[in-house]
């Protein structure tokens, strides 16, 4: 199950596959023709690496989790799938079910990969014995008080394609940008903070106090965003 990612290796890795595989290509040339070959350019390798990935990416907690028996292989995301799909999030096709309500949910935060943090991954695992539907994205607040904090954006490139309903017991995850890095006059220290979820017809009423991570996270709430719910967090979608 997918939780994470590693932002400075994902595209350093992907581009090294990327122009391995350009250069075997290119190896059955004719020996005599090395002078005059274009000389791969890694960058744009990774380019073209990105662009598949990207394509892969649109099925990640779609209706393409709901196939991840298909013989697609070698794609890291259709492998992340099926991994959602073992834990128990299950999407079905026609089937609907009530809003999640912060009383249906348990939600942890946890820091990602890197240092300095610059993000932090929401769990919330329905605890409720039912199943619930997962509505859009995290309404997460940084400031003292629920009632008087600005709501954390949302990223509209992470938006899943179908609702992210949860079988009792089944976690949905959310990127969360913190900061952009480094030591900042805007950043200010974090213990805890706010999410609110989203019911049928707009924000919930009432909200969940999330504590922070071991040794709390520095925020700065001018580059503050959020991705929306999804079944795993995926490469390109939850990268902002």
Request: aromatic fraction near 4%; hydrophobic fraction near 35%; proline fraction near 6%.
């Amino acid at each position: 199950m997918r939780t994470s990612i590693r932002r400075p290796a994902v595209l350093a890795a992907t581009a090294v596959a990327a122009l391995s595989m350009a250069l075997t290509a290119c190896g059955g040339d004719d020996s005599g023709k090395k002078d005059g070959t274009a000389p791969v350019s890694a960058p744009k390798a990774a380019e073209a690496a990105e662009g598949e990935a990207g394509t892969g990416t649109t099925g990640s907690g779609t209706e393409g989790a709901g196939t991840t028996g298909s013989s697609t292989a070698g794609s890291g995301t259709a492998g992340a799938t099926a991994g959602a799909t073992q834990a128990g999030a299950k999407k079905k096709a026609g089937v609907t079910a009530p809003a999640c309500t912060a009383n249906d949910v348990k939600v942890t935060a946890a820091k990602q990969d890197g240092v300095p943090t610059t993000h932090i991954t929401l769990t919330a695992k329905n605890t409720s014995g039912k199943t619930c539907t997962l509505l859009q994205y995290p309404l997460v607040a940084f400031g003292d008080l629920p009632q008087t904090s600005k709501d954390v954006p949302p990223v509209a490139k992470s938006k899943p394609g179908t609702p992210i309903v949860l079988e009792p017991g089944a976690p949905a995850y959310a990127a969360v940008r913190i900061n952009n890095g480094g030591v900042d006059e805007q950043n200010h220290a974090v213990t805890s903070f706010y999410v609110n979820l989203f019911a049928a017809d707009g924000p919930a009423e009432g909200s969940k106090t999330v504590t922070a991570p071991k040794g709390g996270i520095a925020v700065d709430d001018a580059v503050a965003k959020t991705g929306y719910w999804t079944y795993e967090l995926r490469n390109g979608a939850d990268d902002f």
